[in-house]
């Protein structure tokens, strides 16, 4: 009788194997350390069994179907936990150490092929592209694998980038990350509008000014001698008034902290009131009220969406921080606390902290804002940067604390402009030649703190902006970069690993006036990198 094989087994054999695989050199070593020991004890207890065995008769008799199945199962566990415990430690993502350092030595040179399943319709999906080398490239060692040749990538890239489907603009830049040596650059050096792009530089700006572990507050205080609470903005963009933070700063427990903490006064009501006072000037983006962008305020509670979305256009709040404020005194009278109408304040120096609660690191903001292309956190991040380096805490003072930051970083700034810290503002202007050295710089091993550049791209038909894009390419999966769009504006930057397994950084901006098909041009953006990973230009 044939027993098919079962579905679930079928997932789960390749994980079981590349377990195997890691383990089996270490229990090979255990049983080879515990060999000597086991067969000492054995000679030890050898002639009293047998003397045994000579003056008693055997009393076990042979095990039942049951009795056998019962002890296999049991010797299997056994074998099991020793298998996971030789495997181990587990990381903090959840996979074992050995399973990750044994993946990261490997090189693998095909994709799995799903074979046809009995009693389906027979469309099998396409062989997985495989990608190994992602796991590698990033500090790998100068010179492991070898580098594409400048003549080669020229060959290859030329012919796709003079496309004039692409626009009438064209420019872009292929950089080695191992040795940051450009190998590729047409029209690197002009500046052109860049989108969303924009926020790699917002990005590495903010994880340098203020730090990869800094977390933004949100607090309530007590003006000293007086019944007023006030709200006071930190400019979280993160803030959220629903049930579920998701790891975000809770609004909910806001209000948990500071009902406890008015719990012990006398009296009635309170006056409620809320500061935006951390940021200056207009609160409107150039652009105009936007389903992509909130009106930026110190203050706001899920991005002032008016929806249950997390990500992507929705309708937004004309009044974001009044919203909040006023959810805020909801959830204050929820807790027993009475509370005015709450209207505009700016808590003074004497005011004393009820509660604090914090958004996650920077490095989390960046990462969700790269993957998500959320405008929101970009802005607030550009603000977090004038913060820190003692900027008005505007859309100008944001721009040039990001330029003035990445000028310390001795990054290439010819004719680039920041405007905002989304790209939205078609005021922006950066350079191919910029691009690619935000993403070396976030490369680099003596910067740690940039890793989140890199980590928050989207992967190219899996996450993010890139979940939709390179359906049946090469660049699939392998391919992770930010995406910009506006009318006419059509950009994308990022990283890949070529079938040399050598880590490449590269930018290609276009825009056209009159607009290129929107499609056609995102298509060609999308080959440009696929042929990267596919060259093997060495």
Same mark, same amino acid.
């Given at each position: 009788?044939?027993?098919?094989?079962?579905?679930?087994?079928?997932?789960?054999?390749?994980?079981?194997?590349?377990?195997?695989?890691?383990?089996?050199?270490?229990?090979?070593? #255990?049983? =080879?350390?515990?060999?000597?020991?086991?067969?000492?004890?054995? =000679?030890? #207890?050898?002639? /009293?069994?047998?003397?045994?065995?000579?003056?008693? &008769?055997?009393?076990?008799?042979?095990?039942?179907?049951?009795?056998?199945?019962?002890?296999?199962?049991?010797?299997?566990?056994?074998?099991?936990?020793?298998?996971?415990?030789?495997?181990?430690?587990?990381?903090?993502?959840?996979?074992?150490?050995?399973?990750?350092?044994?993946?990261?030595?490997?090189?693998?040179?095909?994709?799995?092929?799903?074979?046809?399943?009995?009693?389906? $319709?027979?469309?099998?999906?396409?062989?997985?592209?495989?990608? +190994?080398? #992602?796991?590698?490239?990033?500090?790998?060692?100068?010179? $492991?694998?070898?580098?594409?040749?400048?003549?080669?990538?020229?060959?290859?890239?030329?012919?796709?980038?003079?496309?004039?489907?692409?626009?009438?603009?064209?420019?872009?830049?292929?950089?080695?990350?191992?040795?940051?040596?450009?190998?590729?650059?047409?029209?690197?050096?002009?500046?052109?509008?860049?989108?969303?792009?924009?926020?790699?530089?917002?990005?590495?700006?903010?994880?340098?000014?203020?730090?990869?572990?800094?977390?933004?507050?949100?607090?309530?205080?007590?003006?000293?001698?007086?019944?007023?609470?006030?709200? #006071?903005?930190?400019?979280?963009? @993160?803030?959220?008034?629903?049930?579920?933070?998701?790891?975000?700063?809770?609004?909910?427990?806001?209000?948990?902290?500071?009902?406890?903490?008015?719990?012990?006064?006398?009296?009635?009501?309170?006056?409620?009131?809320?500061?935006?006072?951390?940021?200056?000037?207009?609160?409107?983006? /150039?652009?105009?009220?936007?389903?992509?962008?909130?009106?930026?305020?110190?203050?706001?509670?899920?991005?002032?969406?008016?929806?249950?979305?997390?990500?992507?256009?929705?309708?937004?709040?004309?009044?974001? +921080?009044?919203?909040?404020?006023?959810?805020?005194?909801?959830?204050?009278?929820?807790?027993?606390?009475? !509370?005015?109408?709450?209207?505009?304040?700016?808590?003074?120096?004497?005011?004393?902290?009820?509660?604090?609660?914090?958004?996650?690191?920077? $490095?989390?903001?960046?990462?969700?804002?790269?993957?998500? $292309?959320?405008?929101?956190?970009?802005?607030?991040?550009?603000?977090?940067?004038?913060? +820190?380096?003692? =900027?008005?805490?505007?859309?100008?003072?944001?721009?040039?604390?990001?330029?003035?930051?990445?000028?310390?970083?001795?990054?290439?700034?010819?004719?680039?402009?920041?405007?905002?810290?989304?790209?939205?503002?078609?005021?922006?202007?950066?350079?191919?030649?910029?691009?690619?050295?935000?993403?070396?710089?976030?490369?680099?091993?003596?910067?740690?703190?940039?890793?989140?550049?890199?980590?928050?791209?989207?992967? +190219?038909?899996?996450?993010?902006?890139?979940?939709?894009?390179?359906?049946?390419?090469?660049?699939?999966?392998?391919?992770?970069? &930010? @995406?910009? !769009?506006?009318?006419?504006?059509?950009?994308?930057?990022?990283?890949?690993?070529?079938?040399?397994?050598?880590?490449?950084?590269?930018?290609?901006?276009?825009?056209?006036?009159?607009?290129?098909?929107?499609?056609?041009?995102?298509?060609?953006?999308?080959?440009?990198?696929?042929?990267?990973?596919?060259?093997?230009?060495?």
């Amino acid at each position: 009788m044939v027993v098919p094989e079962l579905r679930a087994w079928r997932a789960a054999r390749p994980h079981v194997a590349r377990v195997a695989r890691s383990v089996g050199p270490r229990l090979v070593r #255990v049983a =080879e350390a515990v060999k000597p020991p086991l067969v000492r004890a054995s =000679e030890a #207890v050898k002639p /009293p069994l047998a003397r045994a065995a000579g003056a008693v &008769k055997p009393l076990v008799k042979r095990p039942s179907t049951v009795q056998f199945t019962t002890g296999a199962a049991t010797l299997g566990l056994v074998v099991a936990a020793t298998v996971v415990t030789v495997a181990g430690p587990w990381d903090s993502t959840g996979q074992r150490t050995a399973e990750r350092d044994w993946a990261a030595s490997r090189e693998r040179t095909g994709g799995t092929d799903h074979g046809r399943v009995p009693g389906t $319709s027979g469309k099998e999906p396409a062989p997985a592209p495989s990608a +190994a080398s #992602v796991l590698v490239s990033v500090g790998a060692a100068v010179g $492991s694998v070898p580098s594409p040749s400048e003549k080669a990538l020229a060959n290859v890239l030329g012919p796709l980038l003079d496309d004039p489907a692409l626009g009438t603009d064209r420019a872009g830049a292929v950089v080695d990350l191992a040795t940051g040596k450009r190998l590729y650059g047409k029209g690197a050096d002009d500046a052109l509008t860049p989108a969303s792009t924009t926020k790699i530089a917002t990005a590495v700006a903010a994880l340098t000014a203020a730090g990869a572990d800094h977390r933004i507050a949100t607090r309530a205080v007590l003006e000293p001698g007086t019944e007023e609470v006030v709200l #006071v903005g930190g400019g979280d963009p @993160t803030l959220t008034a629903r049930k579920d933070a998701d790891g975000n700063a809770s609004l909910r427990a806001l209000a948990d902290d500071t009902a406890r903490a008015l719990a012990s006064r006398k009296g009635g009501r309170v006056t409620l009131s809320y500061d935006t006072s951390l940021y200056a000037g207009s609160t409107t983006h /150039p652009i105009g009220p936007n389903t992509n962008l909130a009106p930026v305020t110190a203050l706001m509670a899920d991005e002032g969406r008016l929806n249950d979305s997390s990500s992507g256009p929705a309708n937004r709040s004309e009044d974001p +921080a009044g919203d909040a404020a006023r959810k805020f005194a909801d959830l204050l009278h929820e807790r027993g606390v009475e !509370t005015t109408v709450p209207g505009r304040s700016k808590a003074s120096d004497r005011a004393k902290t009820l509660a604090t609660v914090q958004s996650p690191p920077l $490095s989390a903001l960046v990462e969700r804002m790269l993957t998500s $292309s959320d405008n929101d956190i970009a802005e607030a991040l550009a603000r977090q940067t004038a913060l +820190a380096a003692g =900027e008005p805490v505007s859309f100008k003072g944001g721009g040039t604390a990001v330029r003035e930051q990445l000028k310390k970083l001795d990054l290439p700034l010819k004719g680039v402009r920041f405007a905002d810290g989304s790209g939205l503002d078609r005021a922006d202007k950066l350079t191919a030649d910029l691009l690619t050295a935000l993403l070396a710089e976030a490369a680099d091993p003596d910067r740690p703190e940039l890793r989140p550049v890199l980590t928050g791209l989207p992967v +190219a038909g899996f996450t993010g902006t890139l979940s939709k894009r390179y359906a049946d390419r090469p660049g699939t999966g392998v391919v992770r970069a &930010k @995406t910009g !769009t506006l009318t006419g504006v059509h950009t994308l930057a990022g990283t890949v690993v070529d079938t040399e397994g050598r880590l490449l950084a590269f930018a290609f901006l276009t825009e056209s006036d009159p607009p290129a098909n929107p499609a056609t041009a995102q298509q060609g953006l999308d080959e440009l990198a696929s042929t990267l990973a596919t060259c093997g230009c060495d």
